[in-house]
């Protein structure tokens, strides 16, 4: 009844605008349907043309993983143009082909998350069984966006000394990124905030793997955030990374903030095994002592060790694969601190011609407080003592991931992230007392 009435009370005038309305709607539904959505994958694309430099229709691309065995195949447009998307990243063979002119293949083409390599192929006529190989580097220069940033590739993150295991260190090599200028943090010296290009620390955009990895409420990246006194609580192990971009001008498709895009890729496991396995060792004994741990105040004890292992491999030849990391953290030692503590003499001095509360009084004769060490200059009255409070943490942080490869047009991907912590550091450290025996 509804739709019979609004029939009957159109007007002329009004068809004009229901039409104008479906064609922008159709255009829209058609905008939205070429439009590129945000991703942790690649793309080749290229054209293809003869020595007369006329663009080649309907050539045969084949792109073959090699580490995996994935291919994928595609077809050259009228224009000669191809575009092979959403494409692990790894290394590439490109093979183009067309009855009448001899094949093309290129190798050793790296594809990076989120980027495009651009491959150009020029045909000329030959023989079936005559081959053209190109073993060149093709140009990593990316000709088909504007996008700015960089990219960080696996070995360098294993490789490069990073502190404290923290991959979010590594971003610090790419131009744009600095210490964030507000330094917003829920204690100081939390690890993980920097700024790109000017931005508030907590304008940015983590992704892993392509899914959303921000923390609701801080807007930091889920994993690698600090606990206490911004003490690691979980960690990605830099071992499970295999690339990191950080897109500081990025594609409108990823939004959200106005800092830059963190895209994290993982590992993925081959057609061979590959593992990693490592123990990262610091301790006092190798450690300056620190200034507020002056002689003859014994040297605090301070012993860490970051330890794990990683493993990737075959479960079905060219089909099904599998990578798992497992990563710890064991940190245990003293905080060093300087206080000013009551002496006998300056609660006797200070209790003169005044009536101290009896429950006051009784605790003042526990002492419940270090007795002072500290006395030459320039600690000869406040601060009078080097206080060590004891110091833990304990980090677990494992990962797995399986990759299934149905056929050229289906890929599942399964990935699975666990990591606990358990902490305990002064509460002087978020402002209050930092003696022993005052903790949180």
Known sequence: MNAIATRSCATPNSMPKLTALLT?????????????????????????IDQSQAPVPGAQITVKNRATGLARAAMTDDAGNYDVRELPIGVYTVTVEKQGFAPVTQTDLRVDVAAERRLDATLVPGKVQQTVEVTATAPLVQSTTNVLGGTIEGP??????????????????????????DQITDSPGSFGVFSVNG????????????????????????????????TPATILPVDAVAELAVLSNFMPEYGRNAGAVINIVTKSGSNDFHGTAADFLRNSALD??????????????FHNNQFGASLGGPIIHDKTFFFGDYEGQRETGGLNSLSCVPTPDRISTASQGITVNPVIAALLQRQPWPAPNLGAPPFDNCPNVSATTHIFNSVNSVIGKIDHNFNENHLLTARY??????????????GGNNLPGYNT
Not at 157 to 181: C, H, Q, W
Not at 202 to 208: E, Q
């Open 288 to 301: 300056a002592r620190n200034f507020f741990n002056p002689a003859p105040v014994p040297k605090t004890a």
């Open 417 to 430: 992230y666990y990591g606990t912590s358990i902490q305990s550091f002064p509460l002087g450290l978020q």
């Open 156 to 181: 360098q993150a294993e490789n490069l000394p990073v502190n404290g295991r923290d991959y979010t260190k590594l971003i610090f090599m790419v131009p744009g990124v600095t210490g964030s200028p």
């Open 199 to 230: 931005a508030r620390g907590r304008s940015n955009n983590f992704l892993l793997d392509g899914t959303d990895m921000n923390d609701g409420y801080r807007n930091d990246p889920t994993i690698n955030q600090a606990g206490v006194f911004g």
């Open 24 to 48: 922008a709607t159709a255009l829209i539904a058609a905008a939205a349907g070429a439009a590129r959505a945000q991703t942790f994958r690649g793309a080749i694309v290229g054209t293809v």
